[in-house]
């Protein structure tokens, strides 16, 4: 029997689900961009700008479409430089040649310029390229989101970070902040997560993760109030157990508060494992919890 489900935070009845399904089938000649743009302008789904929330539903028609309950048309080819291209090249990628190795200490790298990303412009070509090439899970932005490019005294880029939306449902999170399904509901737009955080494989500096993340924390908040209208109380992140210790995490004062259950959420048959990972907390305000 199919049921309503709730995505990206909305509710969705089955028959509007049915529905949704039809209406993408009468309209073979959009793109997947265009649909979700279409079904934010029909459902007036917007942020607190007004602006579409076109990214949140992007993510929820992927998720229809995984369950099988709907179907997209093929993904089209996207020019570098657009929203929704994985991969974005820098100028000269193609001579790109690793700096060379550089290890010192935390003062010798302060103060750290935290540049805040803006989607086409030169420090996001190259967080994007860093991301992309560096980071084991590569790039991937869905729903509201805040980028840092990171500089030390001289100018040198040192570091990358991505905040995004939170996850949906996470049991130690919940359980931790003491959240009911409505509370979470309500108050998810409250909280970050820390998607992505690279330190560029060629900077080796005791004590700079740590530094970054308290450096971010503390200006996080204003960033996102400025870009989405709504301000940020706690941010939160997840760290794969087997592949890292979470030791800058908890060195600048996020708490660990439990861990994931090694399943998909898109796992229906309880069949797919995915990595177990630490789940962290950092309150943003005092009083948050």
Same mark, same amino acid.
């Given at each position: 029997?199919?049921?309503?489900?709730?995505?990206? @935070?909305? /509710?969705?009845?089955? &028959?509007?689900? %049915? +529905?949704? #399904?039809?209406?993408?089938?009468?309209? $073979?000649?959009?793109?997947?961009?265009?649909?979700?743009?279409?079904?934010?302008?029909?459902?007036?789904?917007?942020?607190?700008?007004?602006?579409?929330?076109?990214?949140?539903?992007?993510?929820?028609?992927?998720?229809?479409?995984?369950?099988?309950?709907?179907?997209?048309?093929?993904?089209?080819?996207?020019?570098?430089?657009?929203?929704?291209?994985?991969?974005?090249?820098?100028? @000269?990628? /193609?001579?790109?040649? &690793?700096?060379? %190795? +550089?290890? #010192?200490?935390?003062?010798?790298?302060? $103060?750290?310029?935290?540049?805040?990303i803006q989607a086409r412009s030169a420090g996001y070509r190259r967080w994007n390229?860093?991301?992309?090439?560096?980071?084991?899970?590569?790039?991937?932005?869905?729903?509201?989101?805040?980028?840092?490019?990171?500089?030390?005294?001289?100018?040198?880029?040192?570091?990358?970070?991505?905040?995004?939306?939170?996850?949906?449902?996470?049991?130690?999170?919940?359980?931790? /902040?003491?959240?009911?399904?409505?509370? %979470?509901?309500?108050?998810?737009?409250?909280?970050?997560?820390?998607?992505?955080?690279?330190?560029?494989?060629?900077?080796?500096?005791?004590?700079?993760?740590?530094?970054?993340?308290?450096?971010?924390?503390?200006?996080?908040?204003?960033?996102?109030?400025?870009?989405?209208?709504?301000?940020?109380?706690?941010?939160?992140?997840?760290?794969?157990?087997?592949?890292?210790?979470?030791?800058?995490?908890?060195?600048a004062n996020w708490q660990c508060v439990g861990q994931t259950t090694g399943r998909?959420?898109?796992?229906?048959?309880?069949?797919?494992?995915?990595?177990?990972?630490?789940?962290?907390?950092?309150?943003?305000?005092?009083?948050?919890?």
């Amino acid at each position: 029997m199919e049921v309503a489900q709730r995505l990206q @935070g909305r /509710l969705v009845p089955a &028959e509007e689900i %049915r +529905w949704l #399904g039809e209406w993408i089938g009468a309209n $073979p000649q959009w793109s997947r961009k265009e649909i979700a743009r279409a079904l934010c302008t029909k459902w007036e789904w917007r942020d607190g700008k007004g602006r579409l929330k076109d990214f949140a539903a992007r993510s929820l028609l992927l998720k229809l479409a995984e369950q099988g309950r709907i179907q997209l048309p093929a993904l089209r080819t996207q020019r570098a430089g657009t929203r929704w291209c994985q991969h974005r090249p820098v100028d @000269g990628e /193609l001579d790109w040649q &690793e700096p060379v %190795r +550089w290890e #010192g200490t935390l003062k010798q790298l302060r $103060p750290l310029s935290f540049e805040l990303i803006q989607a086409r412009s030169a420090g996001y070509r190259r967080w994007n390229f860093y991301l992309n090439r560096y980071h084991y899970l590569g790039l991937r932005i869905v729903g509201e989101n805040v980028g840092y490019l990171v500089r030390d005294r001289a100018g040198r880029e040192v570091a990358c970070l991505l905040f995004g939306a939170a996850a949906w449902r996470c049991a130690p999170r919940d359980r931790f /902040l003491g959240w009911s399904s409505e509370e %979470r509901a309500q108050r998810l737009p409250e909280v970050a997560n820390n998607t992505r955080f690279l330190i560029l494989p060629w900077i080796h500096s005791p004590l700079l993760a740590s530094h970054i993340l308290g450096v971010a924390a503390r200006r996080i908040a204003a960033d996102w109030r400025a870009k989405y209208d709504h301000g940020l109380r706690w941010l939160e992140t997840f760290v794969e157990r087997d592949r890292f210790r979470g030791t800058c995490y908890r060195a600048a004062n996020w708490q660990c508060v439990g861990q994931t259950t090694g399943r998909s959420r898109q796992d229906r048959y309880n069949q797919l494992r995915v990595p177990v990972k630490d789940v962290y907390l950092y309150a943003l305000a005092s009083g948050s919890r």
